[in-house]
Each structure stands twice: as structure tokens, then as C-alpha cells.
């Protein structure tokens, strides 16, 4: 059992060694971009990649500016997509899976917004065809895949690929809840220090 | 409508580098950031005016592109090919004109922007900055570089490596907010008063690249060892070679600086800044300092002194942070508009 475990453990290790930190920088930098403009960050994925887009909408919106709620700044606006699960069952039903993601984002995605799309083999069709959107609108994208980065990783602006082997699901989306929260982290620290540096100076 | 904001830029190494006579023989490389003070440029359908509404400092209300006298919207039109009438152009600004800040080349890439959009077109950053490049350059024949245009384009720190066959590699460079917000807290920068247009220095400055030619090379190679320091957040090597590029720079054309230049730059160094430059091609325009933060109250004093003496009503210091966010449309309900 031990073994077992330890081997897990020392997958998930390697994987998080070999994060590619540029890329990560770079989505920092996408972020802190859309925020100056007063764009939106839409995130999106299925089944675990969607509750983990959910986690950071939550953590992205509010735990960032967790020390100083009360103070009337300006403060991220990420949304999930689709925002309803009525939106996802009545693209699902209507028209088709692959139009779950596409058909909300065709409805919000404006110039200077970003999106962050979440797929471990980064073939999700739904999620490609939503890429392929948000890129012919020229807007940035975030891809967080895994494996061999598949399609997402090509197409995105900011491409953190997790690479594991082909179907390692467990590793990809432990390690995308790593990366999703460091952005969190990120930002949390940024913020406290321009506050702290106003109350310095004022 | 729509509504483009364009950002103005900071360089710190290798501007003049971006010259042509220059990149054409060996790489120019310039380290710029953008700041949080911006061009705006307004685009509105006006079906009921047939006319083209142009409004800056002055308004132009004319019947075709060709009589517009603003060279840039006149050039702009032409070349996108926009003859038909009711459209009005606007533009505004955080900052005068000519302080140094590449805010022309701001402008230029916000039109084109926005009016690209009002065409129902979308360029990258890239293309957006080779295209307001090519108005200023090719169409306009102004004797400028390219690294405005690319600034105002991208947004945030960045590299630019200017190619012999006329590419540009863009290399943004990754600084976490700790290094960024320390170098914004040691930077003063101050609108000298006095203005000039880059067109008059870069002509004399142009016509001497040969002889020049080692310190060009000097400049354009500077921008790895200031990359460092920056990554580093190594604020005093940086101020001390921002001081040594300035020296060098003030070598290539006697039209960078002049006597009241010289005396600013000289008085905010003796109360207490670790370096700086002139802003722009020179001549005028912002001067830029890094002192530390316990230091800026006598730097901003003694500038504010020097201001007075020297009868520059229109010196000031200018507030100024960094931002990430290129040249971006606020606003386009073009679209929502047709839906009706």
C-alpha cells in the first residue's frame, strides 16, 4: 500500500518540477492585463476541469481580496461558463455537447476579456471549438492541459501543459488545482502589497 | 461607437537604436514599459452628417480624407481606403503632446485600431504594430524608429529586437510585481516644460549613425546587462547605467540636450537621485530620475525650484505606474447597434 501511494505521490512530484514557469508568467501577465482594462476572465472545462474552473471563479472574485473586502477596490470579474446549468442542459439537448462552452462564450466574449480553458488531453472538441473562437476574436488564452498538451496547447497564448502519460487524469487535474491556486496566491500577495503601500503613503 | 486607449511608454536602454540606418546593419534593441497614462482615440458612425468630423486640439469638418489637415487621420483614411462620409474622429489625452513618452506613435496605433475595428477587423499585436510603424515610417516619412509603435501595441516590459531584414522579435519580459512595484517606488518623473517634436532631434542624429556606430552597438547590447539587473531588481546598477547611457546618448547629436537639460539633470543628481535619462529622442520632453523613496521629496523640491528659475511654467512631476495592458478597444457597440 505504502508503495503504492509513494509511487502516486512521486508522479505528481515529477510533474510539478517540470511545470513550464514561463508560461505561467506569462498567464499572470494576460491576467494582470485584462484586470487594468476592466475586461472578463471566462473559464471553463468538463466534469473535473469544470469544478475546478468553478473552485478558482470563487477564489479568483473573492480570496484574492480577502484582506481588504471592505475596501472599495476594484476587484477581478471571472465567470464560469456556462453560468447555469439550465445554459449547459439546453446547448447540450438542443444542439450538441460540443456547443456547451461556445454557444454561452459567442453570447459574453468581448475584445478585452480572456479566457482560461481546462482540458487534460486538450482535445476536448467543446473546448477547442470555444478556443478556436475566443482566438479569431483575438482574445488571450490561458490553456491548462496535460498529457502530450494536445490541441489547447497549441492554440494557447499562455501554454501550461502538465506532461504525464496519455490518460493520467489523477495527476493533470491535482496539479491544474496547483497552478489555479499559485494564480490565486499570485494575486492575493499583489494586491495586500499595493494596499499596504497606500496606507504607507497616505 | 468605439473607444480604443492606447498607452504611453518609458524607454530605459537602446532608443535611437530603433532607427533603420542603424538596424540595418546590426540588431537595435530597445527595453521599454508601458504606463498608466494613455491615448484615447473615439470613433463614431454619424449617418445623418455626411461628413468627416475630426476633432483634436482643433476640428475639421470636411467633405473627403484629402482635406483633412491632421496628416496622421488624413494618412490613416487614405490608406484603409475610407471614403465614405459620416464618420467623426476624436481624440484625447492624459498628457500633452511631445513630452517624450512616444505618445504620437500612441496615437497612431490606437486609430488604427479602431478604425480597423470600425471596418470590422481584427489585427494581432504584432501586425497592429508593424502597420502603425509602416504609416509613420513608409507613408509619413518620419525619420523615427519603431519601438513607440510596438510599445503602444504590446503593453508592459518588453524587448525589441529590431532585425536587419526589417522583423521585429518581441520578448516580453516575465517581472513578478514585487521588482515591479520596488523600481515604480523609486522612479520621479518629471514634464520639463519644454517640448519638442522627435522628428527634429532624429534628423540630425540620423545623419551621424555611421560615425557613430560603436555606440549605437554599445546601446543596443546594454539592454541584456539592464534586463538583468531588472530581473534582479537591482535598482542602483540600473539607475547607474541608465546615467552612463544618458552620457553616451548626449554624444550622438548636440540637439539631445542643451544647457537647462544639462542644469535639471544635473540638480536632481545633487539632491539625491541614483541615475536617470531624457525621455524620448531628447531635446526636451520628460526627465526621468530613480532615487530612493526617502529621497523624493528633495529630488521633487529641487526640480520644482529649478522649474521656476529656469521660467518652465509648464514643468511638473507626473505621477506614474506601470501597467501591463497594451492598446485596447473599451468599447465597441458597433455591433449592438446594427442588431436593432
Known amino acids: 500500500m505504502k508503495d503504492y501511494i509513494k509511487t502516486f505521490l512521486n508522479e505528481i512530484e515529477g510533474s510539478l518540477k517540470n511545470l513550464p514557469e514561463k508560461e505561467i508568467a506569462k498567464a499572470f501577465n494576460i491576467l494582470q492585463a485584462v484586470y487594468e482594462r476592466d475586461g472578463r476572465v471566462y473559464v471553463f472545462g468538463n466534469g473535473g476541469s469544470l469544478a475546478l474552473a468553478t473552485h478558482w471563479v470563487s477564489d479568483f472574485n473573492k480570496t484574492v481580496f480577502s484582506h481588504h473586502l471592505d475596501k472599495q477596490i476594484k476587484r477581478f470579474q471571472a465567470i464560469r461558463i456556462p453560468t447555469t446549468e439550465s445554459e449547459l442542459t439546453a446547448w447540450a439537448n438542443d444542439v450538441g455537447y460540443d456547443m456547451v462552452f461556445l454557444g454561452p462564450l459567442q453570447n459574453y466574449l468581448q475584445e478585452n476579456d480572456a479566457i482560461i480553458a481546462i482540458s487534460s488531453s486538450g482535445n476536448s472538441l467543446n473546448v477547442i471549438k470555444a478556443v478556436e473562437f475566443a482566438k479569431k476574436k483575438k482574445v488571450a488564452v490561458i490553456g491548462l492541459s496535460g498529457f502530450d498538451g494536445g490541441k489547447l496547447n497549441e492554440l494557447s497564448d499562455a501554454k501550461i501543459s502538465v506532461p504525464t502519460g496519455k490518460g493520467e487524469y489523477e495527476i493533470v487535474e491535482s496539479v491544474h488545482a496547483v497552478i489555479l491556486h499559485l494564480m490565486v496566491k499570485y494575486f492575493k500577495d499583489y494586491f495586500d502589497h499595493i494596499m499596504e503601500r497606500k496606507q504607507k503613503n497616505s | 461607437m468605439i473607444l480604443v486607449r492606447a498607452p504611453l511608454r518609458i524607454s530605459f536602454v537602446g532608443g535611437g537604436t530603433d532607427l533603420p540606418d542603424f538596424y540595418h546593419s546590426s540588431p537595435g534593441r530597445v527595453l521599454s514599459v508601458t504606463i498608466d497614462k494613455y491615448?484615447?482615440?473615439?470613433?463614431?458612425?454619424?449617418?445623418?452628417?455626411?461628413?468627416?468630423?475630426?476633432?483634436?486640439?482643433?476640428?475639421?469638418?470636411?467633405?473627403?480624407?484629402?482635406?483633412?489637415?491632421?496628416?496622421?487621420?488624413?494618412?490613416?483614411?487614405?490608406?484603409?481606403?475610407?471614403?465614405?462620409?459620416?464618420?467623426?474622429?476624436?481624440?484625447?489625452?492624459?498628457?500633452?503632446?511631445?513630452?517624450?513618452?512616444?505618445?504620437?506613435?500612441?496615437?497612431?496605433?490606437?486609430?488604427?485600431?479602431?478604425?480597423?475595428?470600425?471596418?470590422?477587423?481584427?489585427?494581432?499585436?504584432?501586425?497592429?504594430?508593424?502597420?502603425?510603424?509602416?504609416?509613420?515610417?513608409?507613408?509619413?516619412?518620419?525619420?523615427?524608429?519603431?519601438?513607440?509603435?510596438?510599445?503602444?501595441?504590446?503593453?508592459?516590459?518588453?524587448?525589441?529586437?529590431?532585425?536587419?531584414?526589417?522583423?521585429?522579435?518581441?520578448?516580453?519580459?516575465?517581472?513578478?510585481?514585487?521588482?515591479?512595484?520596488?523600481?515604480?517606488?523609486?522612479?520621479?518623473?518629471?514634464?520639463?516644460?519644454?517640448t519638442r517634436t522627435a522628428s527634429s532631434v532624429l534628423t540630425d542624429q540620423k545623419s551621424k549613425i555611421d560615425k557613430n556606430f560603436d555606440t549605437y552597438k554599445k546601446m543596443a547590447d546594454s539592454v541584456f546587462e539592464f534586463n538583468e539587473l531588472l530581473l534582479a531588481g537591482d535598482i542602483k546598477s540600473m539607475a547607474k547605467m541608465l546615467h552612463e547611457g544618458w552620457e553616451r546618448k548626449k554624444s550622438l547629436s548636440s540637439n539631445i540636450s542643451n544647457s537647462i537639460i544639462d542644469e535639471l539633470y544635473k540638480a536632481g543628481m545633487n539632491s539625491g537621485a541614483m541615475g536617470g535619462k531624457i525621455l524620448g529622442a531628447g531635446g526636451g520632453g520628460c526627465i526621468m530620475f530613480l532615487a530612493s523613496p526617502e529621497k523624493h521629496a528633495e529630488v521633487r523640491k529641487k526640480m520644482n525650484e529649478m522649474f521656476k528659475k529656469n521660467n518652465l511654467s509648464d514643468g511638473k512631476e507626473i505621477p506614474v505606474r506601470f501597467v501591463q495592458s497594451g492598446t485596447d478597444i473599451l468599447l465597441n457597440n458597433d455591433n449592438t447597434l446594427n442588431g436593432f
Open chain 2, 39 to 194: 491615448v484615447y482615440v473615439l470613433i463614431n458612425p454619424t449617418p445623418l452628417v455626411h461628413k468627416f468630423t475630426i476633432k483634436y486640439q482643433k476640428t475639421e469638418f470636411v467633405d473627403s480624407p484629402e482635406e483633412i489637415e491632421n496628416t496622421r487621420v488624413r494618412a490613416t483614411l487614405l490608406d484603409l481606403d475610407i471614403r465614405k462620409t459620416g464618420i467623426e474622429i476624436g481624440s484625447f489625452a492624459d498628457l500633452p503632446a511631445k513630452t517624450g513618452l512616444g505618445s504620437s506613435s500612441s496615437f497612431t496605433v490606437a486609430l488604427l485600431k479602431g478604425l480597423n475595428a470600425y471596418l470590422g477587423k481584427n489585427f494581432d499585436k504584432g501586425e497592429l504594430a508593424e502597420a502603425a510603424s509602416r504609416l509613420e515610417i513608409e507613408l509619413l516619412k518620419e525619420p523615427i524608429g519603431k519601438q513607440d509603435q510596438y510599445a503602444a501595441s504590446f503593453g508592459g516590459f518588453n524587448i525589441f529586437q529590431f532585425n536587419e531584414d526589417d522583423s521585429v522579435d518581441v520578448e516580453s519580459i516575465l517581472l513578478d510585481y514585487k521588482k515591479k512595484l520596488l523600481l515604480e517606488d523609486h522612479v520621479l518623473l518629471f514634464f520639463t516644460g519644454i
